[in-house]
């Protein structure tokens, strides 16, 4: 590892001095970025952090000379490598980013073609450009996937989208920004559709590709301790401002002001847990495949209690997000059977009734891919509504109105497109939606991971308030063990299709555990900066 004073040397690669950005709403400009400036030297990590709404990804991506659709780049200056990116043609840009400017996107699955193979896409920039011929740019994708630990690196560029797991298909991308080897990359949220263990790895390689090519990073999240192991310099930012800038041990140990004190507090919520012998759903023997050949699941047993949460934890590929699939009969068991309130689940979702379909609900991991990108928040709440209660009209829109304040979000709201909402408030649409339909089982796949700190705290909360009130039961897909701890009655850890270990949180969660649940747990950021190079070293000790 080298040392943090030698990956901070180098020449300024960008400056932005004075950025203001608005955005359109409602046919008004409004400012979402308030005269920040920014610096950034070759070889350095920058972390950009705050709430959702902040900020972060529009300064991300203004660091690019680019701004998204419904925002303007008003005033200021962007100096990259020399080049003012305000003034240059759109041409000019457009030969910067993929070659000498990347871009990693908080959501893969919405940025990859379904139609298109992986290695394809991987390779697309580096042909675009001329960088190198067909034969080297597939053999370097090769082994950019074996150093982001893909499984089957040789083949698994072979394969179409969705025939990966969400967090091999963000590994994937984070290998399509690598390929031309770019002067700067910007991250944003690479990791929150990754397991904790896969998380290790990837992050290792992007600090290391970092280092290698004394590439700098601008590295956006809501998770500190991710932040600790990048960045060497933190900015956090509110409301658009620039509240506090720092090196990240200095910021870690003593921030000044008191909204990012505010942030390195939160999460601090535990649930007391509760047992129950009353199940809602009996997942009896499961096992399922995609095609004839690829088994995800198992010979899977799960009880889930009536108005209790049980969370599933494992790898990404482990068949977290499979089991959920054959709950809500979106893949079929091919041995097995579900039971719901003691009857037997038909296999596909078209041979349930509507009510059944009412009662067992999904909110999606990607609220990007989830949202129909056409429709307004009142007709994305609004569906369910119709559908399975029969509201219409003036009290459609009321109880529309309502559910966005059970999530925290106003009424000014209900006429936006999710383009025009942060990342964060789009799940909060979605669970919204889901609440629509006033469900007895949500299944929520990881739907905190787009959400700041701050905001998981209070969507947590909310979901306690809500399993209070009504006695809903919630199977909660995570991989965030923090998230676990606050919310879990339950714990059902999972590998490579099989349940490992189940039991109630506090047998789970405390010593002495077995191998696999000691490696979860142990791949667990810590909000340290020296964590993650400790942990490597110990692994490869423990390996030698």
Known sequence: MASETKRVKGDVLLEMKGIVI??????????????????LKRGEVLGLIGESGAGKSTLGLAGMGFARPGCRITSGSIIFDGID????????????????????????????????????????????????????AEADARDLYRRLQLPNPDTIGLRF????????????????????????????????????????????????IVEQFNTAAI?????????????????????????????????????????????????????????????????????????????VLDDVSVKIPRGRTVAVVGESGSGKSTLARAITGLLPPSTGKILFNGQALPGALKNRERDTLRRIQMIYQSADTALNPRQKVRDIIGRPLEFYLGLNGADRDRKVVELLESIELDESYIDRLPSEMSGGQKQRVSIARALAANPEVIICDEVTSALDQIVQEEILKLLMKLQADTNVTYLFITHDI??????????????KGKVVQQGLKSKVLNPPYPAYTELLLSSVPQMDPDWLTGLLKKRQSAQA
């Open 219 to 295: 590295y956006i999240t809501h998770d500190l301790a991710v932040v600790a192991q990048m960045a060497h310099r933190i900015m956090v930012l509110r409301y658009g401002n620039l509240v506090e800038e720092a090196p990240t041990r200095t910021m870690l140990k003593q921030p000044t002001q008191a909204y990012t004190k505010s942030l390195w507090a939160v999460r601090s919520l535990a649930k007391k847990e509760r047992s129950s012998d009353d199940i809602v759903l009996d997942v009896q023997n499961v096992s399922a495949s995609y095609g004839n050949h690829i088994k």
């Open 482 to 495: 923090a998230t676990v701890r606050a919310i879990a009655d339950e714990i059902v850890v999972m590998h």
């Open 161 to 208: 989208p969705h025939q990966v797991s969400g967090g091999q298909l963000q590994r994937a991308m984070t290998a399509m920004a690598m390929s031309c080897r770019p002067d700067l990359i910007i991250f944003d949220e690479p990791t929150t559709a990754l397991d904790v263990t896969t998380q290790v790895e990837v992050l290792a390689a992007m600090r290391d």
């Open 85 to 136: 990116l305000i003034a240059a043609s759109e041409e000019k840009r457009r030969g910067l980013w993929g070659s000498r400017i990347a871009y990693v996107a908080q959501s893969a699955a919405a940025s990859f073609n379904p139609a298109h193979h992986i290695i394809d896409q991987t390779t697309e920039t580096a042909l675009g450009h001329g960088i190198m011929p067909r034969d080297k």
């Open 22 to 39: 608005d955005g359109k709403s409602d046919d008004k400009w409004n400012p979402i970025i308030r005269g920040v400036d920014l610096t």
